[in-house]
């Protein structure tokens, strides 16, 4: 999953302009939330009506080297701290913290010091859990771990699943050397009938977490895929897992894969761009968040979101997006994206943007 971060310096300049001026146009449909977010990535709407964004923090100076295996040049080392945290925001916009303090870790200078803490973020009954994908030793964290949290009524969060032991001691049939996390770096988890599904994209796997701890690989997607890093997943029977694709960017190389509840993975569609986000409406379409279009690398402003409809054929919904991360479907049946997700410097400019979906 670094590739996603590190290979965005190439663009480094051109999002540091763009993030200072702010000029770039996004479709009519699309409006803005709320604004003052560090790296948002995944984001749920709770029981209670309100939206919850995971926010991967501002990294930190913090260092393992020599207590651990590193993340290989020019990757690593990371460097982090505990400025990671999970938000609250209103339907009127108003944020508060869930949870705080949180793994955030980045990369080497060399390659942007971008981020990762919380990935994503889901809901069973009326419990809040999330997803760390900045946390382990191999980030900078000594002492930590990538894992599955449960937050507490009071602001505290419980460690229900130790990912990155699991990661350590299961290895995939085809991982990838010169782009290795040790600990993983999760990005997308979604609850189904009691239990979470999270998918690591790195190693490259699609995994059950039970709220009691138990873990189990439902799919080694590595092992027919290859190094494709898998981001993004949904479910409407099976499950569906969208890929980011190895860098520089090839227009249309991603595509979505449909992996059974037993584990067969086979294509579902192709021909897609840096897939981060897939959600299905309330009638089965699929929509599919595209994070950079038409460009070699991580490129501001050419985020989109596409619509796959029962006979296949696909129509864009938004464009313009600033390096969308994540997007969930809310309550008003209107779709939620993380905007400007990730670049430097990111930290307090992070979005919620509202698309109004057509029917």
Not at 285 to 314: F, M
Request: include cysteine; aromatic fraction near 8%.
């Amino acid at each position: 999953m670094n590739r996603f971060f590190s290979m965005a310096k190439i663009h480094c300049a051109l999002t540091v302009l763009l993030l200072a001026c702010s000029a770039w146009s996004q479709s009519a449909n699309v409006s803005v939330v709320f604004e003052g977010l560090n790296n948002p990535r995944g984001l749920k709407f709770g029981p209670d009506g309100n939206v919850y964004v995971a926010e991967g923090g501002a990294g930190g100076t913090l260092s393992s080297i020599g207590l651990c295996d590193q993340v290989v040049p020019p990757v690593g080392p990371y460097t982090g701290d505990f400025t990671s945290r999970i938000s609250k925001i209103t339907p009127d916009g108003i944020r508060t913290t869930v949870a705080d303090n949180l793994p955030s870790s980045q990369t080497s200078p060399a390659t942007g010091s971008l981020v990762s803490g919380v990935a994503d973020v889901a809901f069973i009954g009326n419990t809040l859990y999330a997803i760390l994908a900045g946390a382990g030793c191999s980030h900078g964290l000594a002492g930590t771990d990538n894992a599955v949290l449960r937050v507490n009524a009071d602001g505290t969060t419980t460690t229900i699943a130790d990912l990155s032991a699991f990661l350590k001691t299961h290895p995939v049939k085809n991982p990838n050397p010169p782009d290795f996390e040790p600990d993983g770096t999760w990005y997308s988890m979604i609850a189904v009938r009691g239990a979470f599904f999270a998918v690591e994209p790195n190693h490259g796997e699609l995994d059950m977490i039970t709220t009691n701890g138990q873990i189990r690989r439902i799919a080694d997607i590595s092992a027919t895929q290859g190094h494709i890093v898998p981001t993004a997943i949904a479910y409407h029977g099976n499950f569906y897992v969208g890929n980011l694709n190895t860098f520089p960017i090839r227009e249309g190389s991603s595509k979505i894969l449909k992996i059974t509840p037993s584990g067969q993975v086979k294509t579902f569609a192709t021909g897609f761009t840096t897939v981060l986000g897939l959600a299905f409406d309330h009638i089965g379409r699929l929509y599919v968040l595209e994070n950079t279009t038409g460009n070699p690398a991580p490129t501001p402003g050419t985020g989109k979101v596409l619509r796959i409809d029962h006979s296949g054929r696909v129509e864009e919904i938004a464009s313009g997006l600033f390096l969308p991360t994540a997007m969930t479907f809310g309550p008003d049946g209107n779709l939620y994206v993380s905007n400007i997700g990730f670049g430097p410097p990111p930290v307090g400019l992070g979005q919620v943007v509202k698309i109004q979906v057509p029917q």
